[in-house]
């Protein structure tokens, strides 16, 4: 047994975030040994990373250091490092720096990283939103549209400048999408004097015919309804055909603009794929109805790693209520094994969808029964409030939202990451 000087079976879990974080709470108390390794040190809230980007909130609001967060926890540990590949034969995972960690269970919850469905080249002109990194660089690249839209003399040129393009109607580039322009429309326009920053124009493309498709046709028109209200041109049915640092082309249109943002997709993280088992096109494991791997009891993949495929209406959606209620289920099953008893196959239970709109707007699904406006909004601020891991992060979210709320003044405009460019405006970009 891979006890490594303890007595101890060794659970391993790949992941600090919701998937790997839930497994190792869950395993608090019991006679084993939690070893979680990430390459953050931090557990990133991911759903209002969009916030960090659109500077509503800054980067500790909505991340806490996961030594923090398992302190009270006796028989758990905390490695940084970057796991690149598991050897199931020989339980054991090696990290980018050569060590090597051995297991006797494993927990897969590794998450995933944006596609661009074959056109990498584009990663480069349409920053993702996966990581605090991301985040603080779109931050960035909209901050600083204004500030050299503020300096430009050419009309044309000026425009670009105030064109984003958000591609992906799912949460995150509906949520992003709302939240930018509602800060040019209302944050922005008193603090710049030679350009009207309501004026800058926001385009949601959405390659499929609705956006936010999970919730319905009738909740996916209302939320069209509301983004058009407050100015978001949304197009639907029209995929990406092309991105340069001028322009994105939508079939046979070409739309100017600096600053492209990308939610439009996601894949597991490469390490499912040297696991020598299945995995679907989108890279993730397809897993046992105990979420274990085939051939490997002792292995699991939880969250956006796993495909589970057993139940009705095809693989489980990347959302955190998935991979929370997978991670407990894991590490229930891992202790069943250790018990002597039976696995029981994972069963999930929806708590429903919503997605913000911008100020005082949601959508949201929530069993049977659909909603939108202001009761959904507060429903949505109240639920992501609860899910925060920290309590300071609940305290911290909560009065920047009521001042931004109050004042439509939000407190992050910081332009941080890379200097700002010196290159006078309306030159050729490098």
């Known amino acids: 047994m891979a006890d490594q ?14 998937g790997g974080l839930r497994a190792a709470r869950a ?22 990373l969009y916030q960090v980007a659109s500077a509503t909130l800054s980067p500790a ?25 598991v050897e ?7 990290l980018a720096d050569g060590r090597g960690l051995s297991y006797d269970f494993l927990i897969l919850a590794a998450g995933s990283r944006s596609s661009y469905f074959g056109r990498d080249a584009w990663a480069g002109l349409a920053p993702g939103l996966k990581t605090l990194e991301d985040a603080l660089e779109i931050r960035r690249r909209f901050l600083l549209s204004f500030e050299q839209a503020e300096q430009e003399e050419d009309p044309e040129l000026r425009r670009e400048w105030l064109t984003f ?23 922005l326009p008193r603090e710049f004097r030679r350009i009207r920053t309501d004026r800058a124009r926001v385009i949601l493309v959405e390659a499929g015919p609705a956006i936010l498709a999970n919730l319905g046709v009738g909740l996916s028109e209302k939320a069209v309804e509301s983004l058009e209200r407050i100015g978001v041109e949304v197009r639907l049915g029209q995929p990406i055909t092309g991105i340069d640092e001028r322009a994105v082309q939508l079939g046979g249109e070409r739309i100017p603009t600096r600053t492209v943002l990308w939610a439009a997709g996601v894949a597991a993280v490469p390490l499912g794929a040297g696991l020598g088992v299945p995995v679907d096109r989108l890279g993730r494991v397809i897993v046992e109805p105990d979420l274990s791997l085939p ?21 489980l959606p990347g959302v955190a209520p998935v991979a929370i209620q997978q991670g407990e289920w894991a590490a229930a099953n891992l202790l069943a094994t250790l018990a ?44 992501h409030l609860m899910l925060l891991v920290d309590f300071r992060s609940r305290v911290f979210v909560f009065f920047e939202w009521l001042w931004a709320y109050l004042t439509t003044q939000p407190r992050a405009r910081l332009i941080v990451g890379r200097r700002a460019p010196t290159t006078p405006p309306g030159s050729p970009p490098h």
């Open 165 to 187: 393009v958000v591609v992906g109607g799912g949460p995150t580039g509906v949520e992003l999408a709302g939240t930018l322009k509602e800060m040019a429309r209302l944050t």
């Open 61 to 85: 609001d909505i991340a806490a250091p996961i030594r923090h967060i398992l302190r009270e926890q006796g028989n758990a540990e905390v490695v940084l490092g970057d796991v690149v590949s």
């Open 340 to 383: 002597g008893q039976p696995r029981r196959p994972f069963r999930y239970r929806d708590k429903g969808s919503m997605a913000t709109l911008g100020r005082g707007r949601a959508v949201a699904r929530v069993g049977g029964l659909s909603f939108t406006g202001y009761p959904a909004w507060l429903a949505w601020l109240f639920i």
């Open 295 to 315: 051939g490997h009891p002792e292995v699991f993949a939880v969250g956006d790693l796993a495909a589970f495929t057993h139940g009705p209406g095809g693989p």
């Open 88 to 94: 199931p034969g020989t339980r054991q995972v090696l």
């Open 5 to 18: 000087g303890f007595d101890r079976p060794t659970v391993l879990i790949v992941g600090g975030g919701f």
């Open 27 to 48: 395993l608090a108390g019991a006679a084993v040994r939690v070893v979680l390794v990430d390459r953050q040190n931090h557990h990133l809230f991911q759903p209002l």
